[in-house]
Every structure is written in C-alpha cells, then in structure tokens.
C-alpha cells in the first residue's frame, strides 16, 4: 500500500529563519511526487512535481528536492505569508487514473 | 491558467435533504476530475475518480450511491450527497487533470464547498 508520511507536523518559525519540511514516502515505482499549499478554508494550490531521484525545483523561498525514499521542501528566510499546510503527494505508476495518495501535511507559522 | 471553480462554497442542510456541488474546469479541459473529502486538522482522502462519459470509480468504503457523480462534459463534474446525514458534514473538495498541459499528471484544485448537516 502506498504511503506518505510527513514531518514534522507543526513548524513554529520566526521571520528569516530557514527550514525544511519532510515528506517520507512508501511507493510501488513512483510516477510522482506533487507538493501543494492550502490555507485554511481553502482548496490546495499546486506548487511543484518531482519526477526522480536527484531532481530539484525552486518557486521563491522555496526548494523541493526528491530522493527515492523521501523529499524535503526548503523554506529559506521564510516571511508571515509563507504561513500555511503544507501537503505532500505521491502517484503511483500502476495507479488507475492517476490518484494522489496524500500526507498528513505539515502545518507552518512564521512569526513577524 | 488551471482555475477551478467549486459552487457552492458553503451549504447549510437538514439531515435527509439532497445536495448538489458542482466543480467547473474554468480555463480548460478535464477529462478527469477528482472528489475529495477532508476533515478538519485532516488529510485529503480521494472518494472518486471522474472521467467525461463514463461512471466514475469509486474509493473502497465509499457508498456509490450516495454519493453521486456525474462528469457531463469536459469543464464539469458534479457530486450529489443523497439524503445526508451529520456525519456527512465535512470539506468537499474537487480536482481536475488538464488534457492539455505536457505536466500531465498535475491535478489542480477547487476552492472547496463547506458542508453542515443539521
């Protein structure tokens, strides 16, 4: 069965002070790895996908690297509106339809 | 790019009332849409994939029948919660894969409908 396990689960963090979120995963041949950001309320926002070992992927304060067993999100000198869950998902290649197996996500606040 | 939509947002009902939510592929295509539901300080846990034309597949332990799927055409999926019930109250949110995009896999999400049953 595929799994995603992410940590930590909450990250308290003050303004510039960088970080990095963790996405451990369990899958059977990874087509890939999709990180999005949801506000609360709100439906989740894509913010990269991660293909292979070794690939990396920069949007902003952000970074996402991907190993073949977990991937990193990099948040350098993060900012208030940086605050949010942070949710990681797999898809599996046999997957019929292309079905996202998601974390628990990680919930980040940066303090002013 | 990738916008969709999600009506209502939020939808107040009594226990053994029908409720329609639709999900809208604003600025493309999708010939597969996705229902999710999430409960609070929760993950997304996938109950049905909706391909246009076809019935939509199912999660184990989702009852197809009462929650309905209907995928009409390539801009609109919609789910239908038949006679709901409190535990039924929870955040319904779609996606939708954009045929068109070479990053095919993408799934891009609505902005969530907010269900009470009362």
């Known amino acids: 069965e595929d799994q995603v396990t992410q940590s930590p689960e909450a990250l308290r963090l003050q303004e510039g002070e960088s970080s990095s979120l963790n996405c451990s995963y369990t899958v059977s041949g990874l087509r890939g790895l999709f990180w999005y950001r949801q506000d609360p309320g709100k439906g989740p926002e894509f913010l990269f996908t991660?293909?292979?070992a070794g690939e990396e992927k920069e949007k902003e304060r952000l970074k996402a690297t991907l190993t073949k067993k977990e991937s990193f999100l990099h948040i350098t000198a993060p900012k208030p509106e940086d605050s949010a869950t942070y949710l990681c998902?797999?898809?599996?290649?046999?997957?019929?339809?292309?079905?996202?197996?998601f974390g628990a996500g990680t919930i980040l606040r940066v303090k002013s | 790019g990738a916008v969709v939509s999600q009506h209502p947002s939020r939808v107040i009902c009594k226990s053994g009332t029908s409720v329609k939510i639709e999900c809208r592929s604003l600025?493309?295509?999708?010939?597969?849409m996705f229902w999710y539901r999430q409960f609070p300080k929760q993950s997304l846990m996938l109950m049905a994939t909706s391909n246009e034309g076809s019935k939509a597949t199912y999660e184990q332990g989702v009852e197809k029948d009462k929650f309905l799927i209907n995928h009409a055409s390539l801009t609109l999926s919609t789910l239908t919660v038949t006679s709901a019930h409190p535990e039924d109250s929870s955040f319904y949110i779609c996606?939708?894969?954009?045929?068109?995009?070479?990053?095919?896999?993408?799934?891009?999400f609505g902005p969530g409908t907010r269900l009470t049953v009362l």
């Open positions: 996606s939708a894969r954009d045929r068109g995009r070479s990053s095919y896999n993408e799934q891009f």
């Open positions: 998902a797999v898809q599996a290649l046999r997957q019929y339809g292309n079905k996202l197996v």
């Open positions: 991660l293909y292979s």
């Open positions: 600025d493309f295509q999708a010939t597969t």
